[in-house]
């Protein structure tokens, strides 16, 4: 069934009349893709799920890693202070300490000299930092600044990256504990987890052959756009090909889902990736939540030639390494949405045969307006709330 722009939404969103008891959405995701979404989503409910993906290999996550061998953290931040609550002066003064990043201008040892400063409680940046938040927060930092190598580059480091480092450290190398010390003061409106809290690195075979490592390798930011298209994904720790594991409680919160998106984004590096951990496959397909896949709008430089209907046979086939390769499609993806716009879409991957085709493998494909009236290669995040809110 192919249902046009025009169909009206299944569900009013104001039917969730309060945040507190709103749909339990979930997302696989990573990076940026998915901010302003969230920030919009925290209006109308607070049981959002983001299962967030810790394989970043660039920039100040770097860094910690190589510090301290651990999960990434960048991502992790990124959507905890999407979800955090903006209205109070003190919630404002937390955000913007944990959102701060040093200078890349500045020298080393005078950078040293400042976070010795904010572990004390005398920087300009923490001390409006109401108590007893900021006691708190001068001692995750302070774990971190006591176990910083003097090897670490502090040039362009997150302070929120250095918090969750330290707490991580504190909490006997649990993210989840950090996180919920962080979502606690921060009033976080939404549940946020790694998929799983093991120290792996991302890696990609290409159709020519050549292996890359590491996650900011693929995405075409960092580092230049790959010239070849992926073929395979795989997990690297300690130099060896190695599984991922999901963790128990993210089994739990796939379960608990109202709803499971396979979400905008970088397809190999957020998305796919979050499927491929052992027991995430299973915990979908056992799901009776709709299952709802948004393509990206615009040019992924990691989706060379895969368009939307080629970026659910990644997801399928994803999933079904750990769920069984007989396993139903209409158990992995049921419904997408698309923009009425076939511009959106780069190559013109959303072409009125392809979604025909969508059709006929028995999925829902729904042409709604979810992209920016001025810019369409960027979602409108007010729309796609309500799309999905009522979806719910």
């Given amino acids: 069934m192919v249902e046009n722009s025009d169909n009206a939404p299944r569900r009013d969103p104001r039917y969730w009349r309060t945040a507190s008891h709103g749909p339990r959405i979930l997302f696989f995701t990573g990076g940026s893709a998915l901010r302003g979404l969230s920030r919009r989503l925290k209006l109308s409910t607070w049981n959002s799920i983001h299962i967030v993906t810790p394989f970043d290999s660039g920039g100040s996550s770097a860094e910690i890693r190589h510090a301290f061998h651990m999960p990434s953290v960048g991502d992790l931040r990124n959507r905890l202070l999407a979800l955090a609550d903006e209205g109070s002066d003190g919630d404002a003064a937390l955000f913007h300490f944990l959102a701060f990043r040093l200078p890349e201008e500045a020298e080393e040892a005078e950078l ?13 940046l923490i001390e409006p930092v109401p108590e007893p938040v900021r006691s708190v927060m001068r001692e995750l930092l302070g774990c971190c600044a006591e176990a910083l190598p003097e090897s670490f580059r502090l040039r362009g480091a997150s302070i929120g990256n250095l918090v969750l480092a330290g707490g991580y450290l504190r909490e006997d190398r649990s993210l989840a504990r950090v996180i919920d010390t962080i979502a606690e003061f921060a009033q976080v409106r939404g549940i946020v987890r790694p998929v799983t809290e093991e120290d792996l690195q991302l890696g990609a075979v290409l159709k020519d052959g050549r292996e890359v490592v590491g996650q900011h390798l693929l995405t075409g930011k960092a580092a230049p756009a790959l010239d070849a298209p992926i073929r395979d994904l795989f997990f690297v720790r300690d130099g060896v090909r190695s599984e991922a594991h999901a963790t128990d409680e993210v089994i739990e919160l796939i379960a608990s889902a109202d709803m499971i ?57 994803i999933v079904r390494r750990d769920a069984g390769a007989a396993t139903p499609r209409e158990k992995i993806v049921g419904t997408v949405i698309l923009d009425p716009n076939d511009e959106c879409y780069a190559d013109g991957n959303a072409s009125s045969a392809q979604i025909f085709r969508l059709s006929q493998r028995g999925l829902e494909v729904l042409r709604l307006s979810i992209t920016d009236e001025k810019d369409r290669n960027v979602h409108d995040s007010e729309r796609l709330a309500e799309a999905l809110l009522s979806l719910a």
């Fill in 112 to 124: 040293r000299v400042r976070l010795a400063s904010m572990v004390d409680g005398e920087d300009d």
């Fill in 261 to 317: 998106v396979y979400p905008m984004g970088s397809l190999f590096s957020s998305v796919l990736c979050n499927l491929m951990p052992v027991g995430v496959g299973k915990a979908i397909v056992a799901s009776d939540a709709l299952k709802v896949f948004i393509p990206n709008v615009g040019r992924d430089p990691e989706q060379l030639g895969v368009g939307p209907e080629a970026a659910i046979e990644w997801i399928e086939s």
